[in-house]
T-cell receptor, first 116, second 111 residues
């Protein structure tokens, strides 16, 4: 596996279900991100982790719960979601969180989530 | 006013055409300007980035930044059907991880 991988690629869940999205980066990066991509809207940054420590929670509802057990893995735990949470959830990673030079974010293929 | 404005398209062009994709922005403090390409059912991949003003060329792609007008462009020469994708512009401040994205422009290059 190379780059950033995400599983599952597609997920359909009811509003009362609990599910988890998984992201793994094979790039040796120290920072990881969760984004939400909805139709006709810009990518929305949800959570940011640096060296397994959460550094950003962008006013995300508590029904989304992130977990970063190590610098290579990132999870997004979902429970009691709403239909408006249906979207493409993208994971990204970067070598560092920030610095004086450009810090590219590498994206995974995303998980297409549908909430019924 | 949105921080970054981008026409969603779709933009349809014949193969071989020169394509111009654009974004405008409101915050003059942005320093990094990125163009990502996103194919259907894939994540965004970085095409090019530019620091501050000026042009940058990579093969058939040219990125331009006009900070005085708060306007950035991506030009694609000799467009190919394989260029059909959604193109996202993004911007950031120096020393930060926060990217501000446009909504993306969907491009179709017709064979």
């Amino acid at each position: 596996e190379t780059g950033v991988t995400q599983t599952p690629r597609h997920l359909v869940m009811g509003m009362t279900n609990k599910k988890s999205l998984k992201c793994e980066q094979h790039l040796g990066h120290n920072a990881m991100y969760w984004y939400k991509q909805s139709a006709k809207k810009p990518l929305e940054l949800m959570f940011v982790y640096s060296l397994e420590e959460r550094v950003e929670n962008n006013s995300v509802p508590s029904r989304f719960s992130p977990e970063c057990p190590n610098s290579s893995h990132l999870f997004l735990h979902l429970h009691t979601l709403q239909p408006e949470d249906s979207a493409l959830y993208l994971c990204a990673s970067s070598l560092f969180l920030a610095g004086g030079s450009y810090n590219e974010q590498f994206f995974g293929p995303g998980t297409r989530l549908t909430v019924l | 006013q949105k921080e970054v404005e981008q026409d969603p398209g779709p933009l349809s062009v014949p193969e071989g055409a020169i394509v111009s994709l654009n974004c405008t922005y409101s915050n003059s403090a942005f320093q990094y300007f990125m163009w990502y390409r996103q194919y259907s059912r894939k994540g965004p991949e970085l095409l090019m980035y530019t620091y501050s003003s000026g042009n940058k060329e990579d093969g058939r792609f040219t990125a331009q930044v006009d900070k005085s007008s708060k306007y950035i462009s991506l030009f694609i020469r000799d467009s190919q059907p394989s260029d059909s994708a959604t193109y996202l512009c993004a911007m950031s401040f120096s020393g930060t991880y926060k990217y501000i994205f446009g909504t993306g422009t969907r491009l179709k290059v017709l064979a």
